[in-house]
């Protein structure tokens, strides 16, 4: 065989990389790096659910479904100071600088509220409003990683994969969440939440330095500095594709809220009528939500993960990754137009464990992709503003909504027959970005 034939002879995959090929189209020599991303995932969304668990507990054993809906306002006020702060700093250190130095930061924070806790002190919004401002900053900036680390055409392969972590994690984390609640509460949840970010640390920087050859050719070394430019809102104010992007997460997270805001009132009340509105039965009543929601979280993740494992390729390779935007909202608008019908738990339950699984496996996916096409600092900066600022400021519009249905008395196909309008903003936004995802991509491969 001469040598140019051997050239163009396709390498042929390894068995670790035929097996990955079940949930993703993994090419030879990028099996090493998507397992460690994919692991990166996964622990994330774990210790993230262990945190979650114990954030029900403190925040509605003290306070109520109002109060957890109420405290998500102060987020978007407190991103609106952090948001700008991250950027900068991310302007002056490398990738992995910023990695290690944002997740040490967070850990610190955990072990503090581990100690407050463990003091006795009532800890539930603060500990609210910091646990939605960790849970978008880090999970966005684990996803910054990797699509820095990859070309839009890997990113778009092999992200159903890493989303299949997340999935995992989810589940996994969500039951193990479960188990611990019940026999050591929530204080051993923070402790090990905080490991496992310590943990991810190691594992990015290990992942920087076995990212395949092919991907090395389309990226910026680790040790470059993401540079000075403009902060992540001007960046989105100035670019129509970031703009509907976070118009996406604005809409979504609205709809998303809103019914997570009418489950956690079940869930109070179903407490109340069980054990009694008695400070004497905070303890059961706690107990009581934190059984709940991790067996809704479990669900959720379970379903979540076997739509991620055999679903989300398959649609991006089939349909393509801007198809796939309107899948969510159809689901969703079909899910209140049901609860319009028939509102009751047990009605609530199964829109938002369909919803939320939808979410966190198609939707997540697919809005991580979104941003493969865009440039560096927007990976980094404007992908921050979006995924913690904007979806925070739907919460904050999601309070204003729970202030004024409940002092109207409003009941559930209310809040039901409002999240289907906002709905159809989310298709029409969906549409845009289908329009402009394209033109995008292409602009992008252009500049290579």
Not at 173 to 192: E, H, K, Q
Not at 351 to 377: C, E, M
């Amino acid at each position: 065989m001469s040598d140019a034939a051997a050239i163009d002879q396709p390498i042929a995959k390894r068995p670790i990389e035929r097996f990955l090929s079940l949930f993703a189209d993994v090419h030879p020599g990028e099996a090493a790096s998507v397992l460690l991303l994919t692991l990166i995932m996964f622990l994330i969304l774990a210790a993230y659910y262990m945190l979650k668990t114990a954030r029900e507990v403190f925040i509605l054993s003290e306070g109520g479904a109002e109060i957890k809906s109420y405290a998500s306002a102060g987020q978007a006020l407190l991103l609106l100071l952090i948001v700008p702060a991250y950027g900068a700093f991310a302007s002056r250190v490398n990738r992995i600088q910023l990695i290690t130095w944002i997740s040490v930061f967070f850990a610190s924070n955990i072990l503090l509220f581990a100690a407050a806790e463990a003091a006795g002190a009532r800890v539930g919004i603060p500990y609210f409003l910091w646990l939605g401002i960790f849970n978008v900053m880090a999970i966005a900036q684990f996803w910054a990683f990797a699509n820095d680390l990859y070309t839009p055409d890997q990113g778009k392969r092999l992200f159903p994969l890493i989303g299949v972590g997340s999935s995992l994690g989810a589940w996994l984390g969500s039951v193990r969440a479960g188990m611990l609640v019940d026999t050591v509460g929530p204080l051993r949840l923070l402790i090990t939440g905080a490991v496992i970010l310590l943990v991810c640390v190691a594992l990015a920087r290990i992942a920087d330095r076995v990212t395949s050859g092919s991907a090395r050719e389309r990226r910026t070394d680790a040790t470059e500095a993401l540079g000075e430019g403009p902060s992540g809102f001007r960046m989105i104010a100035s670019d129509r594709y970031l703009m509907l992007l976070a118009a996406l997460a604005v809409l979504l997270n609205v709809v998303n809220t809103t019914g997570e805001y009418l489950f956690g009132r079940y869930v109070v009340d179903n407490a109340i009528r069980l054990y009694g509105a008695g400070p004497a039965a905070e303890a059961a009543r706690g107990q009581y939500i934190g059984d709940t929601y991790s067996r809704f979280y479990s669900d959720v993740n379970l379903l979540g993960l076997l739509l991620q494992m055999f679903v989300v390729a398959r649609l991006f390779k089939f349909i393509g990754v801007g198809r796939t935007l309107f899948i969510h909202p159809l689901i969703a608008t079909v899910g209140y137009l049901l609860m319009l019908r028939a509102p009751s738990f047990e009605a609530i339950g199964f829109v938002k464990t369909v919803d939320n699984a939808v979410d966190y496996s198609v939707g997540n996916t697919t809005k991580q992709a979104l941003w493969l096409p865009t440039s560096r600092q927007a990976k980094y900066k404007a992908k921050q503003a979006v995924d913690s600022f904007c979806v925070r400021a739907g919460d904050v519009m999601t309070a204003g909504i729970v202030f004024v249905f409940t002092r109207a008395a409003l009941a559930v196909p209310a809040f039901a027959a409002f999240n289907l309008a906002l709905t159809a903003g989310w298709l029409a936004v969906a549409a845009a970005l289908n329009a402009r995802l394209r033109a995008q991509a292409a602009s992008a491969r252009d500049a290579l």
